[in-house]
């Protein structure tokens, strides 16, 4: 049930700095926000739509300013990727009662920089607001620039997921097999890898946590893989250099395993790299801008074939905000996490 008003816009600030437990849905708060003034230069007066909520941002809790942000002290109004309606604009690329998509403050209604937001185009709302998180969104563009921009994957050839009912993860999985590549994907529960291999078309999907990473991986794909998709590092990076073949690429998304712990663990078997001729390619998605039109078309024209579709997790109403990221950072959602607020300002 809803506790705020409507007609009040509405933020979420960080209440307090997580205990011994983590992060609980009292870490977060919802309070009323300040009334907005009418836009200025370079400003849009926007109304949420859909929220997306990143694990990623609970290491800048209490922690130092990164890339991605200034650390969050107590008080503090987060800022996530999202769907806005524009309320009100001087900027002419951004009119009245369109939809955008970008980096704003956790707030039900308020300014923003003009320059903060791209344009949605006008069936966004017939495509669906959630995809433009999702398998359209950032996710979607990290998924196609790690599997096809940079590690160019080939029809036929066998690919390894690994984190892959997470927002990025679950993309890779279809992309790849919309590119007609044979699957092999790996979850952390049963629920989720029925999910894999069930609605995601994942050939293969094995549980991390049911026994040793090589021995799970060489069972799921007993010729080998040719390219690894890797989200989470550690055991699993090191099962999937264990398993490529002659030329296989390792593309490094992303090391889940390894966030927050003191010691960062590489592979330990990495001299395979020499007598295998092996690659291992990070990247980082927004060096890749300009292929987002690429992008855009092939993803595009997939999602209007139903070939691929948004894996989301979607709690409705803004109150749900500080719950929802509790629930994500304990595992219990699957692909992106996103609020639905319907009844703004
Ligand atoms: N390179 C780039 O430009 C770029 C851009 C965006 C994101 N990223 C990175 O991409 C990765 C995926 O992002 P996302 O948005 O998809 O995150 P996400 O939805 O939170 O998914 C990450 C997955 O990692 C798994 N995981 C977490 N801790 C783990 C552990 N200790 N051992 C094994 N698996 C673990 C979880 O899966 P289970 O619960 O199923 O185990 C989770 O679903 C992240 O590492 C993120 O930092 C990179």
Known sequence: MSTTAPGTPYEVRLAALPGPEGV????????PAPAPVPPGPGEVLVS???????????????GPDTAYGPGLRPGDVPESDAVVEIAASADPALPP???????VPWRTYGLVRAEALRPLPAD????????????????????????????????????????????????VVQFARARGAHVVASAGSPGKVALLTGELGADAAFDHRAGEAA????????GGIDLCFDNVGGAQLEAALDCLRFRGRAIICGAASQYGSREVRGPANYLRMI??????????????????????????????????????TRLD?????????????????TGRTLIAVEESP
Do not use: M
């Open 215 to 222: 021995q799970l991986l060489r069972a799921a794909a007993p």
């Open 97 to 103: 009662g369109s939809f955008a998509v970008g980096k």
């Open 275 to 312: 007598y295998q001729e092996l690659t291992l390619r990070g990247f980082t998605v927004t060096e890749h801008e300009d292929r987002r039109p690429d992008f855009e078309a092939e993803v595009g024209a997939w999602v209007r074939e139903g070939r691929v579709r948004s894996l989301h």
């Open 24 to 31: 609980t849905p009292a870490t977060f708060a919802v309070h």
């Open 317 to 333: 109403g803004f109150d749900a905000v500080p719950k929802a990221f509790a629930g994500l950072l304990a595992g219990r959602h």
């Open 48 to 62: 949420l739509r859909r929220l997306g909520l990143n694990a990623g941002l609970a290491n800048r809790i209490g």
């Open 124 to 171: 966004a709302v017939a495509t669906g607001l959630d995809t433009y998180l999702t398998v359209l969104g950032h996710v979607g563009f990290t998924a196609w620039t790690g599997l096809i921009a940079v590690g160019a994957v080939r029809t036929g050839e066998s690919v390894f997921v690994s984190g892959a009912a997470g927002g990025v993860g679950s993309c």
